[in-house]
């Protein structure tokens, strides 16, 4: 049986909002991320957990998010590769 091995992907990560077509990518404030921390490095929300901010950001989880990144793939020799995203907790095509 083959050695297991694992190559993290946690550079180069980018986001835009999907139904804009005037959106450009944004890079991503860090890695894991969340689409708020995204649009708050960016200045693009307010903070929600302070005052009444989360009124004026609810259109955020109204909203579908594109988030991307490039990797080089394995070298398998033949070999079955899989590509796990552990943590992931929302939809993903």
């Known amino acids: 049986m083959r050695e297991r091995t694992v190559k993290p992907i946690e550079k180069g990560w ?31 929300i307010p903070d929600p957990f302070i005052g009444k901010n989360e009124n004026n ?3 955020v989880g109204e909203k579908a998010w594109i988030y991307k990144t490039t990797f080089a793939s394995p070298n398998a020799d033949g070999a ?14």
């Not at 404030?29 to 649009?39: C, E, V």
């Not at 079955?80 to 095509?93: E, M, N, R, V, W």
């Open 80 to 93: 079955k590769a899989i590509l796990a995203f552990d943590g992931l907790d929302t939809y993903a095509t």
């Open 57 to 59: 950001v609810q259109w």
């Open 14 to 44: 980018s986001f835009k909002q999907a139904d804009d077509e005037s959106a450009e990518f944004l890079p991503v404030a860090q890695f894991p991320t969340n689409i708020h921390l995204d649009l708050i490095y960016h200045k693009i």
